[in-house]
């Protein structure tokens, strides 16, 4: 591909037939974080292929294309944040930003499954972690506890996790309710949190989960 302007781009996705749909990722896509040389994370969603639109990544214009078919099935689940309030700039048929809208939150199936399972993993880690704080398996396990954590809350409210460099905005502008102090949390002690957390996710009907940790739990909390 050429080199080309974002607005070169979007002209020539508009002209061609094969493209239903354009929408950004990134930072612009989000509007935050944006620099001075923020690139264009630019999504197209496409009929047949377009050669001449897409290209190698690292442009400042970055094109990634996808099908209509994949698009609508099979998103990839790891890049589901890019979606989470995003708007199409071109839409062809009405059902791109339908299906920005769709997988740019979690179902309601999802909003059910997905809390347990990643409290349980949450504590798993948890519960290695503090077993054996030292050296790298301690610290490997505090992360995988952290991330599981997030996955966990951001669900209670039918919300996919934010990417790591967008989680203080993600708060800053969509905050988590009851969790104003959940940065600083993250970078304290454990055993406060989890105590947090215990109370919360009780609160949601999941104490089952947090039960079958027993004897453990005291030991989470911290009580023994």
Known sequence: ?????????????????????????????????IRPDSDYDVRLVVTAPVPELDGPRGRHVDV???????????????????????????????????????????????????????????????????????????????????????????????RVRPFHDYLEWELEHHPLGGWDDLLALLQGHQRPLFRRVETHVRAHGLGDVVDSWEPDVAFMRGDT
């Open 64 to 158: 990634g294309v996808m099908t209509l078919d994949r698009f609508r099935g099979d998103y990839p689940k790891w890049d589901r944040y890019t979606l989470t309030r995003a708007e199409a700039i071109i839409d062809k048929t009405g059902e791109i930003q339908r299906v920005i809208d769709g997988k740019g939150r979690l179902s309601e199936e999802e909003t059910k499954s997905i809390p347990p399972l990643a409290l349980d993993a949450y504590m798993n880690s948890l519960y290695r972690g503090l077993k054996r704080p030292a050296g790298i398996g301690g610290r490997l396990n505090e992360a995988e506890a952290a991330s599981h954590l997030l996955t966990l809350l951001f669900a209670l409210e039918g």
């Open 1 to 33: 591909m050429q080199d080309l302007s974002f607005d070169d781009l979007v002209e020539r996705a508009r002209a061609d037939d094969r493209v239903v749909g354009l929408f950004l990722g990134g930072s612009r896509g989000k509007g935050a974080n």
